[in-house]
């Protein structure tokens, strides 16, 4: 029930946090008042935590506040859950635009080349944070960081 819940509550930063990291420090205050998995102290040492650390603020903070609930599948869940809106709305633009593939201009011309280096940049900008969060926390990290 904790990883549903994990999920629904940073689905909805991921869906209405516009602007970037510093965007969800609302919603996760929210979060910690409603559900009390941590306090404003502890959200100020993530917040700290999370602008040192590489990658994406809001990312880090979902890791971070998913890890420190819910253990390892806690912090992976949460950090799907903030990043599923994206990728939602990246696949329904992807789908609109399907119907210009078979324009010849896209299909030979300049800019079907610059389509497939905005793909592969956006693919890279949401798998490397999610995969970089994973891989410090299998190998846990220190507290003190």
């Not at 990291?21 to 404003?40: E, V």
């Not at 602008?51 to 903070?61: A, D, K, Q």
């Not at 253990?71 to 709305?89: D, E, F, H, K």
Request: aromatic share 10%; with cysteine; hydrophobic share 50%.
């Amino acid at each position: 029930m904790i990883y549903l819940q994990l999920f629904f509550e940073f689905f909805k930063a991921g869906l209405f946090a516009i602007g970037g990291g510093l965007a969800t420090i609302p919603f996760l205050t929210d979060i910690g008042q409603r559900t009390g998995w941590f306090t404003s102290g502890e959200l100020a040492n993530m917040i700290a935590i999370s602008e040192s650390t590489p990658g994406p603020m809001g990312v880090n903070m979902a890791t971070y506040v998913g890890f420190h609930t819910g253990g390892i599948a806690g912090g992976v869940i949460a950090t799907l859950g903030l990043v599923a809106p994206s990728i939602i709305v990246i696949l329904i633009i992807a789908r609109f635009l399907q119907k210009f593939r078979r324009d010849p201009m896209m299909l030979h011309g300049w800019i079907h080349r610059q389509i497939n280096d905005m793909q592969t940049l956006i693919l890279m900008q949401l798998i490397r944070p999610a995969g970089i969060q994973i891989i410090l926390t299998l190998h846990k990290i220190p507290k003190c960081l």
